[in-house]
């Protein structure tokens, strides 16, 4: 816990972005009516029966410190998922920083490894010295200010 309160009381360095990350998945649904419209005193009817249309899964990358957040979608939640959406965070995002400092929980795709798996060796390490890995204790995943910004955007509008 100390490791990651100390990556939060680091001032803000544009060489370094302090990013936290976390991921969730998304059950992707349809209507099967088309809702009644709203009329005056009465609100949008929906019907309660869906169809299922797959699940995807949603990386959040967010800077507290700046208050940018970016979120990646894609169709599933492998190494591979995670090792191309950090690349882009490197690459894309983060192109000049010299180390980009993470926060995250141990999920066990959330490793170098999985650069590993996902790049050739030489891209692997080259993205595995671009980042700073910090962990969130077991249980403690509460301090990844991440998942906080995932829980607000759940609530607003992914409900």
């Avoid at 990651?4 to 001032?11: K, R």
């Avoid at 544009?14 to 209507?31: A, F, G």
């Avoid at 990844?144 to 607000?152: D, K, Q, Y």
Wanted: negative net charge; hydrophobic residues 35%.
């Amino acid at each position: 816990m100390e490791d990651v309160l100390d990556v939060y009381t680091q001032p803000d360095d544009p060489l370094r972005p302090q990013v936290c990350m976390d991921e969730t998945s998304k059950q992707l649904l349809s209507d099967l009516r088309d809702p009644l419209p709203a009329q005056a005193g009465q609100p949008q009817r929906v019907d309660y029966e869906y169809q299922r249309e797959g699940v995807a899964d949603l990386f959040m990358f967010f800077e507290p410190l700046v208050g940018k957040q970016f979120v990646q979608v894609t169709d599933m939640r492998t190494c591979k998922d995670w090792a191309n959406a950090m690349k882009t965070l490197a690459d894309e995002i983060y192109p000049r920083a010299e180390k980009i400092v993470i926060v995250m929980d141990n999920l066990n795709t959330h490793s170098p490894i999985s650069f590993y798996e996902t790049f050739e060796p030489q891209e692997a390490r080259r993205l595995a010295n671009r980042f700073e890995f910090h962990y969130t204790p077991k249980h403690g995943s509460w301090l990844n200010m991440a998942e906080i910004e995932l829980g607000v955007l759940i609530r607003q509008c992914l409900s």
